[in-house]
C-alpha cells in the first residue's frame, strides 16, 4: 500500500506516521480525500514511478518473446535441407531480434508520451506522435 507524507510529500510503503525523523507528518493513501489536494509534483512523481515500472514489465515480456520465437524458429529450422536450415537459423535470430526492437522502441515511446507528457498532447495527435516521431528522447 503506498502512503504519501502530508509534510514532506514522501513516498512509503505503509504505515501511520512519516518516519523521516524530521519530518513526522501523517501518512495517507493515495484515495484519500486529502492526498487529492497534494501539489501536482506529487502526482506527477507517482505517475513516473507507475509508468516506469509498466514499461519494465513490458520490456521484460518483449525480450522473453522475442527469445523464445528466436530459439522456436532455430529449433523447427534445423532440420531442414543444407541451405534452408542456414537461411531459416538467420532469419529467426534477425526475426527475434526485430520483435524485440520493436517492442522495446514502442514501449519508450509510450512510457515518454503517456506518463511524463500527461496532459501536454491532444489525444486526437496521441497516435500520430508515437508513430512518426522516430526518437522521443529528451
Known sequence: ???ICTKCHNIWPGGYRCPDAECGGALVHTDDARAHNLPEAVWRNQRVDYGARRGMVFRFQAMTLAIVLGLVGI??????DSPWNWLGIVGSIVGGLL???VLHEATHRAVRLWVLRRGQLDRKKLAKALLANPKLRD
Do not use: A, D, E, G
Not at 529449433?75 to 531442414?80: A, D, G, Q
Open 1 to 3: 500500500m503506498v502512503k
Open 99 to 101: 520483435i524485440y526492437y
Open 75 to 80: 529449433r523447427t529450422s534445423v532440420p531442414l
